[in-house]
């Protein structure tokens, strides 16, 4: 009985050589006859297999970020053709707007600059006093020729004005012509 106990013991000594599969890490599991080689084989297999997942990793968070710039910038040209599209309906609104307001202005007419003189009450009136001053030569003898008078008191009394531009008043006002 000696040597069945021997044996026994032998064999409890060696079951309780080898750890558990909680305890171990890869390639612990075979015990200290086999645990070397298997654990070197299980390592390299392990870091291969990290290495994928890593990659793999990498390459969805790159497919990720390409799916969301193309998203931004398809946000950004639909929102730049809206913007482009409502620019273009007011300019449109602008222009049917003005061409209905626009009313036909007299050619004719020359464009009036800084100092000119706008045309006033007066100017009737002078008109036909300057009609009725103009001079005559009648057809006489040439040794005589009569001429006559070009000035009255009625021009020389009322005093001839022009319009013009005041900065300071910001207005048209009427000043004497020179």
Not at 72 to 82: D, G, L, S, T, V
């Amino acid at each position: 009985m000696s040597k069945f106990l021997a044996v026994l013991i032998s064999f409890a000594v060696i079951a309780t050589s080898f750890t558990s599969a909680a305890e171990a890490g890869p390639g612990r599991r075979l015990g200290f006859f086999l645990g070397g080689m298997a654990a070197a084989s299980m390592l390299a297999h392990a870091a291969d297999e990290r290495r994928r997942e890593e990659a793999y990793e990498r390459m969805r968070a790159r497919r990720i970020a390409r799916e969301r710039a193309a998203a931004i910038a398809a946000a950004r040209r639909e929102r730049a053709r809206e913007i482009a599209l409502q620019k273009q309906k007011a300019a449109q609104l602008a222009a049917a707007e003005a061409a209905a307001s626009t009313t036909p202005v007299a050619t004719d007419t020359p464009a009036l600059k800084k100092g000119d003189r706008l045309p006033s009450a007066q100017d009737d009136t002078t008109v036909a006093a300057t009609a009725a001053q103009t001079t005559t030569l009648e057809k006489t003898p040439t040794n005589t020729i009569t001429t006559g008078s070009t000035t009255t008191d009625d021009t020389a009394a009322t005093p001839v004005s022009c319009r013009r531009y005041s900065a300071t008043a910001d207005a048209v006002i009427d000043v004497p012509c020179n």
